[in-house]
């Protein structure tokens, strides 16, 4: 079946903007998570939802940092008023109900603010 | 909080041989412990899982340690190929239960 899309694959923006970036998960994956990859650095976690509800969002760096899942399916992640430092891969990752069970990522999207 | 430590940035082995990787952890007793590929351009992709109370796990060319009085997993591939090259990288349950926590990653390379 179809895994993890995310859209944009890559998005250049201009300082001060707002971008918004999109996942879709894997159909009945009720739980989903974004991810953050700086050059060199390692996966950093940023939110994870349980259907709609975020029960941790404490990995989000700065109140401008939102995002939200709709449906049980699609989520958003939304960057207000982009910094330089905002630069990086952002990975969306989900699974199922199953302890133990994998993340299936999608391949992300590049974020370059200029 | 957890921290988890790959010691090698990057790994350079000949074709053939066995590559090693090490995952250390502090601070926690997952009760289990996982390992991801990731190549360029790519998201990580999973590979093994291996629960505390298993000491190896096996998948075809790869194996899985896990050793919680050293609080180590070692990630071994044999016989080793140039399409094994990748980064490899572990991860284990937060406390709270709601996400992974990911290590750095260990770049591994396979000459021919």
């Known amino acids: 079946g179809a895994g993890v899309s995310q859209s944009p694959s890559n998005k250049v923006t201009e300082k001060g903007k707002d971008v918004e970036l999109r996942c879709d998960p894997i159909?009945?994956?009720?739980?989903l998570y974004w991810y953050r990859q700086s050059l060199g650095q390692g996966l950093e976690f940023l939110i994870y939802?349980?259907?709609?509800?975020?029960?941790?969002k404490s990995g989000l760096p700065s109140d401008r940092f939102s995002a939200e899942r709709t449906g049980g399916s699609v989520s958003t992640l939304t960057i207000q008023r982009t910094q330089q430092e905002d630069s990086a891969v952002y990975l969306c990752?989900?699974?199922?109900?199953?302890?133990?069970?994998?993340?299936?990522f999608g391949n992300g999207t590049r974020l370059t603010v200029t | 909080s957890q921290k988890i430590e790959q010691n090698s940035e990057a790994l350079n082995i000949q074709e053939g041989k066995t590559a090693t990787l090490t995952c250390n952890y502090t601070?926690?007793?997952?009760?289990?412990l996982q390992w991801y590929r990731q190549d360029p351009g790519r998201g990580p992709v999973f590979l093994l899982l291996?629960?505390?109370?298993?000491k190896e796990k096996r998948k075809e060319r790869l194996k899985v340690t896990f050793d919680t009085t050293l609080k180590q997993s070692l990630f071994h591939i044999t016989a080793s190929q140039p399409a094994d090259s990748a980064t490899y990288l572990c991860?284990?349950?937060?406390?709270?239960?709601?996400?992974?926590?990911f290590g750095k990653g260990t770049t591994l390379s396979v000459s021919s």
């Open positions: 990752a989900s699974r199922d109900d199953r302890g133990n069970s994998p993340l299936h």
């Open positions: 159909s009945g994956h009720t739980a």
């Open positions: 939802f349980q259907g709609n509800s975020a029960p941790d």
């Open positions: 601070n926690y007793s997952p009760a289990y």
């Open positions: 291996i629960r505390e109370n298993e």
């Open positions: 991860a284990l349950e937060n406390q709270a239960g709601t996400a992974l926590i």
